[in-house]
């Protein structure tokens, strides 16, 4: 069964820090991967997705993720952290051809001033 | 702008009571989703549907029921089977982005449901 694991919680880190988050999957073949973060109250906001080609990708707000095959890891990273960052962020799987998204239970960030 | 519209926002229902909550979308996608969501166990899908009359049950689709008589239009109904239907609901909406037939997800601002 396909399933995603984004083993933190909540992470805090101060503004104009570095960050990672961290997801990995569970799929049989390969997956197309996507991050979307929520702020509270919201719906989900796409911020980048995989589906083939260069294993790191780049997405909106200066947000970039990196694919590995070998540690079925999918982890968001981000050089320089803003106030604004402070929200949810969800790790998100889905088959080819096949309309079920399956979502990890989410990391909450923090920024400190 | 195009987008998808959930309403209400906040509802409020007693125990036994069956509730509606309604999902519009104007991006003229085929596919649309209900998602419920829980605090710490992320988004659990509900029902799904991608075509006009015709729908599949998710993962937790016990204790709620869906029609999709329009393009525009997934409304979901919360039962009183529904044991525990205090959540955060999502609707969803999406095309294929390409001939692989990946998906995006495009999301509705959500409705909070509460049973008093």
């Known amino acids: 069964a396909q399933s995603v694991t984004q083993p933190d919680i909540h992470i805090t880190v101060s503004e104009g820090a570095s960050l990672e988050l961290r997801c990995n999957y569970s799929?049989?073949?390969?997956?197309?991967l996507f991050w979307y973060v929520q702020s509270p109250g919201q719906g989900l906001q796409l911020l980048l997705k995989?589906?083939?080609?260069?294993?790191l990708v780049q997405g909106i707000k200066g947000f970039e993720a990196e694919f590995k095959r070998s540690q079925s890891s999918f982890n968001l990273r981000k050089p320089s952290v803003h106030w604004s960052d402070a929200a949810e962020y969800f790790c998100?799987?889905?088959?080819?051809?096949?309309?079920?998204?399956?979502f990890g239970s989410g990391t909450k960030l923090n920024v400190k001033p | 702008d195009g987008g998808i519209t959930q309403s209400p926002k906040y509802l409020f229902r007693k125990e036994g009571q069956n509730v509606t909550l309604s999902c519009e979308q104007n991006?003229?996608?085929?596919?649309m989703y209900w998602y419920r969501q829980d605090p710490g166990q992320g988004l659990r899908l509900i029902y799904y549907?991608?075509?006009?009359?015709?729908?599949q049950k998710g993962d937790i689709a016990e204790g709620y029921s869906v029609s999709r008589e329009k393009k525009e239009s997934f409304p979901l109904t919360v039962t009183s089977a529904q044991k525990n239907p205090t959540a955060f609901y999502l609707c969803?909406?999406?095309?294929?982005?390409?001939?692989?037939?990946?998906?995006?997800?495009?999301f509705g601002a959500g409705s909070r449901l509460t049973v008093l």
């Open positions: 998100a799987v889905v088959a080819y051809n096949f309309n079920k998204f399956y």
């Open positions: 991006l003229n996608h085929d596919a």
């Open positions: 969803a909406s999406s095309i294929p982005l390409d001939s692989s037939g990946a998906n995006v997800l495009t």
């Open positions: 995989y589906f083939s080609g260069d294993t």
């Open positions: 549907s991608q075509i006009v009359n015709d729908f």
């Open positions: 799929y049989g073949a390969t997956p197309y």
